[in-house]
């Protein structure tokens, strides 16, 4: 099955830098990218997503890249806020003909914006 | 807007006692997921199902089981719950893409 790896696992950022985190993925069938941001005690919620006839996608301060020939993505969060700080989880999901999607989360990373 | 909600936010069960978790949607998604959080391992699969009635096991699904009668409707059940089963439990469904979560189950057994 599909493997997601995600690196760092934690990061710190002065405030105003950029972030980058990224993943891998193993599958070439995959063809879904969402990216999530879970804020301590809440569930996770989709920020960006990249589909995988696209190489990049941005939406104001975040953009997702997306190289299918080497099988990785990342996130860049670029003039970070304190209130970036949250754990990012990237996913890689395929759609199977009998079977809708499923999704292969990254293990997260741990995003502190030091103010 | 795409509502996931799961009947118990905190819940502290006995070993050895059977533990339902309900997760109801309300967008009609095919898709639902049972996913354990855990610290420094992300999000896991238990269980999947893209219909009703329909069930696919997940990277976890030892210790496990699902209902899903109804489409909004989809249940994780710990057969006689163990300590190791103490976790975060979330839920989320999807129709074509992408996911939505529950608020999450933070589930401890003693």
Known sequence: ????????????VQEGDSAVIK???????????????????KRPQLIIDIRSN??????????VTLNKTAKHFSLHITETQPEDSAVYFCAASIRGPNTGNQFYFGTGTSLTVIP | DVKVTQSSRYLVKRTGEKVFLECVQDMDHENMFWYRQDPGLGLRLI???????????????????V??????????????????????????????RPQHFGDGTRLSIL
Request: net charge negative; aromatic share 12%.
């Open chain 1, 1 to 12: 099955g599909e493997n997601v790896e995600q690196h760092p696992s934690t990061l710190s």
């Open chain 1, 23 to 41: 993943c891998t993925y193993s599958d070439s069938a995959s063809n879904y990218f969402p990216w999530y941001k879970q804020e301590l005690g």
């Open chain 2, 47 to 65: 269980y999947f199902s893209y219909d009703v009635k329909m069930k696919e096991k997940g990277d976890i699904p030892e210790g496990y089981s």
């Open chain 2, 67 to 96: 209902s899903r009668e109804k489409k909004e409707r989809f249940s994780l059940i710990l057969e006689s719950a163990s300590t190791n089963q103490t976790s975060m439990y979330l839920c989320a469904s999807s129709g074509v």
């Open chain 1, 54 to 63: 696209v190489g990049e996608k941005k939406d104001q301060r975040i953009a």
